[in-house]
């Protein structure tokens, strides 16, 4: 008997695969707000934001292989709307500092890692810090980023290169020694 794939499930209604599928992919959005510049709150609420849409539009993604692409692309439109709601408050003085740390860590190091690297990508122009994001965090394809951006694959490529290079020279300038690790470990 065939095994039926989890978004087959989720798009006729199965619960438990609802459950599975938030599971899974829950944190993965999550690391993707805080990397599209959404503090942890923020970053939360755009998570729950993004399996909502989901939830609602699932029957729009056409294969579980493109899932990831799919999310991601959800998570980056929430995200936007998510900062223009926020720059004010920013702007104010009420918004998050880049002193919170997001994620989970497991050594005391990876707290000041994960701060410098944001503040790095908070540096960069918006199209640079996210094609990095695309690209190395989500592991999207080079075709995929071009599909979610809506610019050819070569823009994709000269953005990458920049963006890649914007982020050694800002992590050369800004980043400490980290829990006696060397920076060309963490390049």
């Known amino acids: ?21 938030f599971a899974r992919r829950a944190g993965q959005i999550y690391h993707w707000a805080v990397l599209l510049g959404l503090g942890p709150a923020d970053a939360e609420d755009a998570a729950q934001e993004v399996l909502v849409i989901a939830a609602r539009r699932i029957q729009s993604c056409t294969t579980e292989e493109v899932m990831t692409s799919w999310l991601y692309q959800i998570t980056r439109r929430v995200a936007s709307n998510q900062r223009q709601k926020r720059w004010l408050q920013r702007w104010i003085g009420g918004g998050f500092t880049m002193d919170e740390g997001a994620f989970v860590h497991a050594q005391s190091g990876d707290r000041t890692l994960e701060l410098t690297a944001r503040r790095c990508l908070a540096q960069l122009p918006r199209e640079q810090a996210e094609i990095l994001v695309m690209r190395e965090v989500v592991g999207l394809s080079q075709k995929d980023c071009a599909r979610i951006l809506g610019v050819p694959q070569g823009t994709v490529a000269s953005r990458l290169r920049r963006a890649q290079r914007a982020f050694r020279e800002r992590w050369g300038e800004d980043a400490p020694r980290l829990a006696g690790r060397e920076l060309e470990e963490t390049r």
């Open 1 to 21: 008997m065939e095994q039926i794939n989890l978004l087959d499930r989720c798009k006729a209604g199965d619960e438990a695969a609802w459950r599975e599928l």
